[in-house]
């Protein structure tokens, strides 16, 4: 069982930066592909990016990249970082692993945080 906590939310100004975090309870944790995710209400929840066991690979959105950045520690920790933040990046966002290869698939994601609300104030 994996148990995850976001932090880092809130209300951000358009063109402003935000970096949420997620720890992870758990032991592997470095053996864990690890996903930010947003949705808002109304529609599905999307990708936003993710990061491989031990960070060799990362993936964005085409939403996000460029200005944004997808990181992890070896505390249990990753992080995303948005930069240039629009109205439509008000989301809730939600951390997210799995215990396999990267994927963009919410439902291939087997553990779930609680998600943290960011709002964009134009």
């Known amino acids: 069982q994996v148990q995850l906590v976001e932090s880092g939310g809130g209300l951000v100004q358009a063109g402003g930066s935000l970096r949420l975090s997620c720890t992870a309870s758990v032991r592997t944790f470095s053996d864990y592909t690890m996903g930010w995710f947003r949705q808002v209400p109304g529609r599905e929840r999307e990708f936003v990016a993710s990061i491989t066991p031990y960070g060799r690979s990362t993936d964005f959105a085409d939403s996000v990249k460029g200005r944004s950045g997808i990181s992890r520690d070896y505390a249990n920790s990753v992080f995303l970082d948005i930069d240039s933040l629009r109205p439509e990046d008000a989301a809730v966002y939600y951390c997210?692993?799995?215990?396999?290869?990267?994927?963009?698939?919410?439902?291939?994601?087997?553990?779930w945080g609680q998600g943290t609300q960011v709002s964009v104030s134009s």
């Open positions: 997210q692993a799995r215990g396999g290869p990267a994927s963009s698939t919410a439902g291939e994601f087997v553990y």
